[in-house]
C-alpha cells in the first residue's frame, strides 16, 4: 500500500485499516470421533483475499470459527500478526464477521445494528453517530438507519451486515458464504462490490464458498478444502492450471480423466499407457514410479479437434475416437468423445467460422499439449 | 392437460374469477370443517353452561343488578371468612387475589428463566430429556400435589421434624395454612406453564445472533442484556400472562395450605354456590372472568398479540 493510498483514507475517513497477517499452524478440530477440520496450515498475508473453497462439510465454517474465537482448536495454535490468540475470547479479538445469515439484531434498527459494535467500544455519541453513517455510505446504504432489518431485501441485509462487521475496523474480516442466499445476478454484482471494497481498504479477507466460480473471481488466493484438510493452496490459476489431486482438478472447473498406467520417466515428461489409447505423456512430477496406476486430467477447452496428421507437433497428445453427443451452449459446441477402452473425453469448440463442426457418430481426432494435462 | 387449458383460456374473465372466488371459499370451509367438532364440543358442553351461569347474575333471585350491590359497598362483613375490616370485604378479596397472583407470577418468573434458559442452551435430544422433568408434576393431580406440600409443612411435617432434629428450631413452626404456604404450593404447581412458553421463544433464539454479539466485541453479560434478554420478552409476557391468569383462578391449593385470611376470590364463589347464592356466586365469577379479560387485553395492548404469541425470529 502507498502513501497516497493511505492519504485518501485519512480524507475519505477513519473507516479502513491495515490488514493482520494470519497464521493457522496445523489445526486440528475434532467433535468426538469426527474430524472437523484436520492438520490445516495457512499463512495469510496482511491485506490478502484468501478463501476457503469447498463442499458442504468440509470443515470451512469451522476454521473460521476458530479463528473467531467461537470454537477450540483441539490442537494447533492460531496467530493473528505474530501473537498467538488461543487465550483471547471472542470479544477481544476484535475480528470482524459476516455470518452466512448474516445475523443482524431482530429487535435493533439498522442504526443500531451498526451502533452496537461501537457502543460496545464505549465509544461517544457523537463518533458513533459519525462513523455509522459513513460507514452505510461506504456499503451504498445512506439514510438507513431507521430501518429494521425485516424492512430490508436480502442484497440490503448483506450490505448491513457487512457495514456491521467493518465499522469497529477489525484488521482481519470473515465472510462465511456472504452471498449464498442471494440469487445469481446479485450476487455477480456483491461480488465485485465486495472485491472493490477489499481494495479500497486493505482488510485481510478470509471468504468461504462453495462455488468455485466465486472463488475464481474474487481472491488473490483460493484454499481448497475437502473432508477437513487442504487440498492444495494457490493463486486461480495455478489452482485451474496445475490441480495437484483429483478433487481439486473436478471442484474447480469441468475435467477430463483418462486411467492409465506410468509407464517411464524420461526427465522432462512421465509417459503413461492408457489401454486402447497408446502411449500418452504429461509433464513430470514427482513420486511416481514405473507401473503405477494413476489418472491423467485434461480440460476440455484445452482438447482440439485436428484432421489428418497436418502439422501434428511432438509435443501433442493424440487421440482418436467417435463423437457421441453434441451440445450447443451457445458460444461453444461440447462434444461428448467415446475414446477405444470406452472412455469419454469432453471437449469444447468455439462457434467460429472455419472450425469444422462434428456430428453424432462422426470420427473424431483431438489433440492437446502435453503441458496442458496433469497426473492426478 | 391441453383441454383444461384451452377450457380455461377460452373463458371469459369474469367466470374465471368467479370459479376462483369458489375454490377460494372451499378452501376456507376445508378449516371450519376441521374445527367443527370442537368447536361443537365446547359450545354445546362449556359455552352454554357458562353463558347460563353467568346469566344468573343478572336473573337470580330476581332480574336486576342487585347481585353486584354488594360490591360496591363501602363496607360490608364477610364473618365466615374472619374478614371483618373496615372496608368492602369483596374487594379485600380481590386484592388478595390479585396480589397472589401477582406474586406467584414474579416467583415463577425468577425461577423459572434460568431454568428454560438451561434448558435452550443444551441439545434439543438433553432437552426433550430435561423436558419430561419439568412435566412430571403433570402426571399427579393437583389436589394430590396439595395434599402432598401439606405432609411437608405440617406441624409434625418432615420439614418441622428436620428442624427440630438438627436443632435449628425448639418447638414446631407454623408452616402450613400460612400465605407463604399458598406462594410455595401455588408456585410449584404453575411453574411449567411459565417454563414452556419461555423455553419455546428461547429455542428460537438464533444462536449465531448471540455469537455475532460477541464477536462485535460484546462480553457475556453484555451479550445476555442486551441481546437474549429482549428476545427472550415474548415468552416472558406470554409465561406471565397464563400464570397470572391461571393464579387468579386457584381455589384448591389456598383453600388447603392457606389460613383463614388467605381468600381467593374462587372460594368466595364456592361458598356462595354451596350456599345456593347462585346469583351472587354468578356475579363474582363473571367479575373474576372481567378481571381475567382486561388483564389480558391490557397485555396484548402494551407488547402486541404477535409479541406475546409470536416467535422471536419475526
Ligand atoms: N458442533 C459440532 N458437533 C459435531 N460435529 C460438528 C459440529 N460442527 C461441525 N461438525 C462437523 O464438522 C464438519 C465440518 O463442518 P463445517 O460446518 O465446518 O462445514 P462447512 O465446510 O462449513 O460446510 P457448509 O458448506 O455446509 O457450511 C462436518 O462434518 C460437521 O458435521
Ligand atoms: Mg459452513
Known sequence: MTDMDQATYAVSGAIGSLGARVIFDRIEKRYGSVVAVDDVSLDISPGEFITLLGPSGSGKTTTLMMLAGFEIPTAGEIYVDEDPIAAVPPYRRNIGMVFQNYALFPHMTVGENIAFPLQMRKMSKAEITRQSGEVLDLVGLPGYEGRYPRQLSGGQQQRVAVARALVFNPRVLLMDEPL???????????????????????????????????????????????????????RPTELYDEPSTRFVATFIGESNFIDAVVERLDGTAVCVEAPGLGELRAPMRSGLTAGAPVMLTVRPEKIVAVGDENGMAADM????????????????????????????????????????????GDPIRVCWNVDDCRIV | ???????????????????????????????????????????????????????????????????????????????????SIPMNAYIRVFGITLQIALIVTVFTLLLGYPVAYALSSVSPARANLLMILVLIPFWTSILVRSYAWMVLLGQEGIINQALIATGVLAAPMQLLNTRLAVYTGMIHILLPFMILPLYAVMRGIDR???????????????????????????????????????????????ALLGGQRDVMISMLIQQQISQLNWGFGAALALVLLLMALAIYLLFTRLLGVERVFGSARA
Open chain 1, 317 to 360: 497428445n493424440v487421440v482418436t475416437g467417435t463423437v457421441d453427443d453434441v451440445v450447443f451452449v451457445g458460444e461453444m459446441r461440447r462434444y461428448v468423445v467415446v475414446l477405444p477402452g470406452a472412455q469419454r473425453l469432453v471437449l469444447k469448440a468455439q462457434n467460429r467460422r472455419g472450425v469444422q463442426g462434428f456430428a453424432r
Open chain 1, 180 to 234: 449464498g442466499a442471494l440469487d445469481k445476478q446479485l450476487r455477480e454484482h456483491l461480488q465485485l462490490e465486495i472485491k472493490a471494497l477489499h481494495e479500497q481498504l486493505g482488510v485481510t479477507i478470509i471468504y468461504v464458498t462453495h462455488d468455485q466460480e466465486e472463488a475464481l473471481v474474487m481472491s488473490d488466493r483460493i484454499a481448497v478444502m475437502n473432508n477437513g484438510r487442504i487440498e492444495q493452496c494457490g
Open chain 2, 1 to 83: 392437460m391441453t383441454t383444461v387449458t384451452s377450457e380455461i383460456a377460452q373463458a371469459p374473465r369474469a367466470a374465471q374469477m368467479a370459479r376462483f372466488a369458489r375454490l377460494r371459499r372451499l378452501e376456507q370451509w376445508r378449516y371450519v370443517l376441521l374445527l367443527l367438532p370442537a368447536l361443537v364440543f365446547l359450545i354445546a358442553f362449556y359455552g352454554y353452561p357458562v353463558a347460563a351461569m353467568l346469566t344468573r347474575s343478572f336473573s337470580e333471585p330476581g332480574w336486576g343488578l342487585q347481585n353486584f350491590e354488594p360490591l360496591l359497598q363501602a363496607r360490608s362483613a364477610l364473618d365466615a371468612f374472619g374478614l
Open chain 2, 208 to 254: 449465531n445472533l448471540l455469537r455475532a454479539a460477541g464477536n462485535l466485541g460484546a462480553a457475556p453479560s453484555a451479550v445476555f442484556l442486551r441481546i437474549f434478554l429482549p428476545l427472550s420478552l415474548p415468552g416472558v409476557a406470554a409465561g406471565c400472562l397464563l400464570v397470572f391468569i391461571l393464579g387468579l383462578g386457584f381455589y384448591i391449593t389456598p
